[in-house]
C-alpha cells in the first residue's frame, strides 16, 4: 500500500456503512482525478472502513471497468479557497459544467450534458444527494446551495444512466456528497478563513472511533458581502453522524444535518453596465420618447433574496452475507424556502416535508471481480408542500395572491447484470421503470386576485392597485417510463478500459415547471402585463399540461494510463424528446415551461492527467456541448441557450518540497455563448487565471493563500436564458474581480 492515502467515510459511495466487499459488489467505475480517492480491498464479507488511497504518483491510477461516465473527487482534489464553491470543487471533472451566478453560496447553473440547462435558477435536470439520500424534493427540485462542497470527505459523479442505481433516470445524472465519519476522520479539525469582499469563514470538526462505534460532529459557517453592491451571503450548517457495527456483517448509520441559507440576488446586467460598472446592480427598463430601453428587472427597488433552511435526517443499515449484499435506507428531509424574485413574480414561501425509502440488493458469487453479477435498486420518494405567492411591494411582502398545496411522490426501479463474456469483455444490460405524480390543489379561495404596478417612467411611484379574476390552478399529472440501457466494456488490459453504451432517460417536469406566474412586467405584478391596466384581466398562473423529457443516449469511452499519462474520455450522442425548457421573455419574465419537441445534445468530456515531472503535475479538463434545436417550428437547428460550445479548465501543481504545493488554474470559455434560443444576443468569451499555495507548518498546522481572477478580467461568468433576447436587454451576470483569501488549518 503506498506510504500516503485519506480515508473515506463508513459510508462509502451510495451503498451505506459498507464493506470493503460491499464497495467492490455495489460500486460502478471511479475515474480518479490528481490525489482523489480509490477504494481498496479487504478481508471479503467483513464490515470494514473502506481506505481510499491517494498514491504519491501524480499518475491517476488504474479506471474501473463501467459502460459510463463517473467521477470520485476527494477534499485532497478540491483546491485549497476561501470560497470553496461548486465550480471549484468539481472544476477537475470532465462534463460537469458550473456556472457561477454571484459568486457566493448562491445558486449557480450547473448542468450535465444539459439536462434542466435552461432554468433561471437551475432547479433540475440533477440528482443531488447526500451519503446516498436525496437533497432534491419528491418532485426533482432542489436547491443547490444546500451541496456544500467544504462538508463532503468525497463528491461522487454519475453521468448519465449510471446514476439509475442511485434511483435516477435524468439524463444528467446524479452528485452525492459523502459526509465524514468518526472511522475515516477521527480527532479534530478546524479551519479559519477569510478574504476579500467580506469573505470569512470557519469550520470545526470532531470525531472519534472505538471498535464498534464511531461518531463526528461537524460545524460550518461562511459569510460574504460580495463583489457588487447588493451581493451579501451567508450559509450556516451544523451535522454529524454515527455509525455502530452490529455484527462482522451488519452496520448502522445514522446521520442528521441543518443547513440555513441566504443570499442576495444581485440580478443581471446590461452588457454596456457591466463593462463599465460590474459591482453595479439594475434599476430597471429606461421610458424615452421612443419607448422603453434596457429590459430587466428593477433590484434596487425588488431587492429579490432568498433564504432557505432544510433539516435533514436519515439511517441506513447494510448487511453482506457471503455474496449476497443488502442495503437498506431511511430519510426525512424538511424545507423551509423564501424567494423573493421580482416584481414580475412576488414572494414565493414554500414549507414541505420530504420522505425517502431505499432498499438495494446486490449478487456478487465471484469476489475477484470489481462489479456484481447482478443488482437491483429500489427508491420511492414522497412530500407534500404548501406554497404562497405575495406581491413584491419595494421588497416588502404584499398581498398574498396566491395558495397551493403541492404533493408529490417518485418511485424508480432499476435491476440490471454485469455478465462476463471472457476476454476480457462484460455485457452490462439493464432496465429502470419509474412513475411520478405531481398533483396541486389551488387553496387561494378569493374571487379575485390582487395587483400592483410602478409608473415605469418613475419606477418608485406606485401606481393604482387592481385585480384579476381568480382562475383555478390545480392540476393533477401522472407519469411514467421504461429507461432499459446495454452497456458493453472490454479491459484491453490491467489499464486500458472501452466501453459502449445505449440508454434511454426519462425526466419528469417539477411543480415550478407545472406552477408558474405569467402576466407581469419589471414594473408590474403577476398579472398585469400593463401597468396603465389595473383591471384588465390577464394570467396570474400558467399550468401547462407537460410531457416528461425523454432521450435516447449512445456513448463511447476510453479511459485508462500509460506512462506518465492518464485519461478519462467520453463521446455521447443524445436524442431529446420533448425538452423541458422554461422559457422568459426579453426582460426576464417567465413565460413558464414548455416542451421543445425534439433537439439534440452531442458532446464530448476529456479529462487528462500528466506528470511533467517527480514535482509538477498537469491537468487538462475540456468539455465540447452543442445542443441543438431539430427542425423547430421557430427556432430551427439554433443551439440552445446558455450553453457553451466549448469549457476547459486546466490546472499544474508544483511540489517544490514535501510541504509545499503550488497550483495554477485556468478556467477559459473560448467562444462565445448564445444567451436566447434565437441566437441574436451572445455572451462573449473569457478566460480567467487563479493561484493557490499551501504551506504545513508542522503535522498540525497548515497554512494557505490565494488570488483569483488574477488579471482582474471583467466577465460574464453566466447570463440569463431567454427564448428572444434585444441588444441593450438586462442578461449577463458579473463574475469576480480580482480577489485575495487565505486561511489557517489546525489538526489534532
Not at 452528485?175 to 479559519?192: E, F, Y
Not at 460532529?217 to 452490529?246: E, F, H, K, M
Not at 488570488?707 to 427564448?723: G, P
Request: hydrophobic share 40%; with cysteine; proline share 7%.
Amino acid at each position: 500500500m503506498p506510504s500516503s492515502f485519506t480515508r473515506l467515510p463508513a459510508i462509502p459511495s451510495f451503498y451505506g456503512p459498507c464493506a470493503v466487499s460491499l464497495l467492490s459488489a455495489l460500486m460502478v467505475s471511479v475515474s480518479l482525478l490528481p490525489q482523489s480517492a480509490r477504494a481498496q480491498s479487504a478481508t471479503p464479507g467483513a464490515v470494514e472502513e473502506v481506505v481510499v488511497v491517494a498514491p504519491r504518483s501524480p499518475v491517476v491510477a488504474r479506471l474501473e471497468a463501467a459502460a459510463g461516465g463517473t467521477a470520485i473527487v476527494s477534499t485532497q482534489a478540491m483546491p485549497v479557497s476561501a470560497n470553496l464553491t461548486l465550480s471549484r470543487a468539481l472544476a477537475d471533472v470532465p462534463g460537469v459544467v458550473v456556472q457561477d451566478f454571484f459568486g457566493g453560496n448562491d445558486q449557480p447553473r450547473i448542468q450535465i450534458r444539459g439536462s434542466g440547462l435552461q432554468q433561471n435558477p437551475v432547479e433540475r435536470g440533477v440528482l443531488m444527494l447526500r451519503n446516498g439520500l436525496p437533497l432534491n424534493r419528491a418532485d426533482g427540485s432542489y436547491i443547490v446551495g444546500f451541496a456544500n462542497p467544504g462538508e463532503a470527505q468525497a463528491v461522487e459523479v454519475y453521468r448519465g444512466y449510471m446514476a439509475n442505481r442511485l434511483g435516477a433516470t435524468v439524463l444528467g445524472g446524479a452528485l452525492n456528497l459523502i459526509s465524514p465519519t468518526g472511522r475515516s476522520t477521527p480527532g479534530v479539525a478546524l479551519q479559519a478563513s477569510g478574504g476579500s469582499f467580506g469573505q470569512v469563514g470557519a469550520t470545526a470538526q470532531a470525531g472519534f472511533a472505538g471498535d464498534r462505534v464511531d461518531g463526528l460532529l461537524r460545524a460550518d459557517i461562511t459569510r460574504r458581502d460580495g463583489y457588487r453592491n447588493y451581493n451579501d451571503s451567508r450559509r450556516t450548517s451544523i451535522g454529524g453522524n454515527v455509525g455502530v457495527r452490529l455484527s462482522d456483517n451488519v452496520a448502522v448509520r445514522v446521520f442528521a444535518s441543518y443547513a440555513d441559507l441566504g443570499f442576495d440576488v444581485s440580478g443581471p446586467l446590461t452588457r454596456s453596465l457591466m463593462e463599465n460598472d460590474p459591482r453595479a446592480v439594475f434599476t430597471g427598463p429606461t421610458v424615452t420618447p421612443a419607448g422603453a430601453i434596457n429590459p430587466g428587472p428593477n433590484v434596487v427597488r425588488d431587492r429579490p433574496r432568498r433564504e432557505a433552511i432544510q433539516v435533514q435526517a436519515g439511517a441506513r443499515a447494510t448487511g453482506v452475507f457471503d455474496a449476497h449484499v443488502v442495503d437498506l435506507g431511511f430519510g426525512y428531509a424538511s424545507t423551509d424556502d423564501m424567494f423573493r424574485f421580482p416584481m414580475s413574480a412576488g414572494v414565493r414561501e414554500t414549507e414541505g416535508d420530504d420522505v425517502t425509502l431505499v432498499a438495494r440488493y446486490a449478487f456478487k458469487p465471484d469476489a475477484a471481480r470489481t462489479l456484481p453479477l447482478f443488482e437491483v435498486t429500489a427508491q420511492y420518494v414522497t412530500g407534500s408542500a404548501d406554497r404562497d405567492n405575495y406581491l413584491n411591494l419595494s421588497s416588502r411582502r404584499g398581498a398574498l395572491f396566491g395558495r397551493s398545496r403541492l404533493k408529490a411522490d417518485t418511485l424508480a426501479l432499476n435491476a440490471g447484470f454485469n455478465v462476463p463474456l471472457g476476454e476480457g469483455l462484460t455485457l452490462s444490460p439493464s432496465l429502470s421503470w419509474s412513475r411520478a405524480s405531481r398533483d396541486n390543489s389551488d387553496r387561494y379561495g378569493l374571487p379575485t386576485r390582487p395587483t400592483a404596478a410602478y409608473s415605469p417612467a418613475s419606477p418608485t411611484v406606485a401606481l393604482p392597485n387592481g385585480a384579476v379574476p381568480a382562475v383555478s390552478s390545480s392540476y393533477a399529472r401522472t407519469y411514467e417510463s421504461w429507461s432499459p440501457a446495454l452497456g458493453l466494456t472490454w479491459q484491453v488490459s490491467e489499464s486500458q478500459t472501452l466501453f459502449v453504451a445505449a440508454s434511454r432517460s426519462f425526466e419528469p417536469p417539477t411543480h415550478d415547471d407545472l406552477l408558474a406566474t405569467v402576466g407581469g412586467t419589471p414594473n408590474s405584478s403577476p398579472g398585469r402585463p400593463n401597468p396603465a391596466a389595473p383591471a384588465t384581466p390577464a394570467a396570474v398562473f400558467v399550468t401547462p399540461a407537460l410531457k416528461a423529457q425523454r432521450a435516447t443516449t449512445l456513448e463511447a469511452g476510453w479511459r485508462g494510463d500509460a506512462g506518465v499519462l492518464s485519461w478519462d474520455a467520453v463521446v455521447y450522442y443524445s436524442w431529446v424528446r420533448d425538452e423541458l425548457l422554461s422559457l422568459r421573455d426579453e426582460s426576464g419574465v417567465s413565460l413558464g415551461a414548455v416542451n421543445a419537441p425534439r433537439t439534440r445534445h452531442l458532446g464530448v468530456e476529456l479529462g487528462l492527467t500528466a506528470e511533467l515531472s517527480p514535482s509538477l503535475e498537469g491537468r487538462l479538463v475540456y468539455t465540447y456541448q452543442d445542443f441543438r434545436f431539430r427542425d423547430d417550428p421557430l427556432r430551427g437547428d439554433n443551439r440552445l441557450a446558455g450553453a457553451p460550445r466549448h469549457w476547459v479548465n486546466a490546472g499544474l501543481t508544483w511540489r517544490p518540497e514535501e510541504r509545499w504545493v503550488l497550483r495554477g488554474d485556468l478556467r477559459w470559455m473560448p467562444e462565445k455563448t448564445p444567451v436566447d434560443n434565437l441566437g441574436t444576443l451572445y455572451n462573449a468569451s473569457y478566460a480567467t487565471v487563479d493561484l493557490r499555495s499551501e504551506y504545513r507548518l508542522s503535522a498540525a498546522v497548515t497554512v494557505f493563500a490565494e488570488v483569483t481572477n488574477l488579471f482582474d478580467e471583467t466577465y460574464a461568468s453566466s447570463t440569463l436564458i431567454v427564448d428572444v433576447a434585444r441588444p441593450d436587454q438586462a442578461a449577463f451576470l458579473p463574475g469576480d474581480g480580482r480577489a485575495f483569501g487565505g486561511g489557517l488549518k489546525l489538526k489534532f
